[in-house]
């Protein structure tokens, strides 16, 4: 298996450490991926720091997933490289995978399991001790409010119970790096509320958190660094401070994507 070759107009990722001392949780150089003609990641690096609670913003199809699912080592991309904590995804991929936690987008789960079962297999799948897996799960189970559903299938879960459990099951090993995509779709505001006071205990004690999300608020709100993304590339990225430049993140977002500026067509929507 070889891995992927640095992007051919980019610059060689630089060698070592970026400038400043410490490893990154997550460093991508020139990540790219083609669809037959289409290019959904044109070359993407971002350096995610240790410690940071980092969100990936962009509209649809700006290419959020396809970026977080090379960088994970679920889909391996046709150019560039993904270091977790120094460890190369796709050279070292079972010691990268020990360092990371993944909600991936869409990805189907053994979901003729019960809740229980499945957090339970994620742990005993990582070679854990299958007493600190029984321990963690009760605890993971109570944390995402899912104790009374623990003996229910995954498969009867609503949307936002799925999550919830596949949250949970990422978090099982205690990962140092965290990587969920659109973590807060279709959950409810109370239950919202415990994964973010979740999240935050684990950045305060030392984790690093990357989410992808369309709302705006909630990144603003929710992260210290945050990185734009539309048609492949990087429009934006740093601290949230850095990137909204003293608009609301919403605003910046909509000033670097581009917003809609016509509003004709759809006139026989109008009611009156
Ligand atoms: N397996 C695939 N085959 C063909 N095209 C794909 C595939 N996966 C993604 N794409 C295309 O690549 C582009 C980027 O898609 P991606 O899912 O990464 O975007 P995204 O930013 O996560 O979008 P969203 O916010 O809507 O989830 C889109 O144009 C999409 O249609």
Redesign the pocket.
Same mark, same amino acid.
């Given at each position: 298996m070889t891995a992927p070759q640095p992007h051919p107009a980019l610059p060689p990722t630089p060698a070592g450490p970026p400038p400043g001392g410490a490893v990154p949780a997550l460093s991508i150089r020139g990540l790219a *991926?083609r669809? &037959?003609t *289409?290019i959904? $990641?044109d070359g993407i690096s971002l350096d995610v720091p240790a410690g940071s609670f980092y969100g990936i913003v &962009?509209?649809?199809?700006? &290419? *959020? @997933?396809? @970026?977080?699912?090379m960088a994970t080592g679920l889909l391996r991309p046709d150019f560039g490289t993904a270091l977790v904590h120094g460890v190369d995804v796709w050279v070292n991929p079972l010691e990268a995978k020990r360092l990371m936690g993944i909600l991936p987008?869409g990805v189907r789960l053994f979901d003729r399991l019960t809740g229980e079962q499945l957090i339970t297999y994620a742990g005993l799948l990582r070679g854990m001790d299958r007493g600190v897996v029984a321990s963690r799960v009760g605890e993971l189970l109570a944390a995402m409010d899912l104790a009374q559903d623990a003996g229910t299938l995954v498969v009867d879960y609503s949307a936002g119970m799925t999550k919830k459990i596949a949250l949970a099951s990422a978090l099982i090993h205690a990962p140092r790096l965290l990587v969920l995509?659109?973590p807060f779709e279709a959950v409810d505001p109370v239950s919202a509320s415990n994964i973010r006071s979740i999240l935050d205990s684990y950045v305060a004690s030392g984790g690093t958190v990357i989410v992808?999300s369309?709302v705006m608020d909630l990144v603003q709100r929710m992260c210290d660094h945050v990185a734009v $993304?539309a048609g &492949?590339r990087v429009l934006a990225a740093g601290t949230v401070d850095e990137v909204r430049a003293g608009a609301s993140l919403e605003d910046r977002f909509v000033q670097l994507v581009g917003g809609r500026s016509h509003t004709e067509g759809l006139e026989w929507l109008r009611t009156s």
């Open positions: *991926k669809f &037959g *289409k959904a $990641v &962009g509209p649809n199809g700006a &290419g *959020k @997933t396809t @970026t977080l699912s987008d995509d659109e992808s369309h $993304v &492949g």
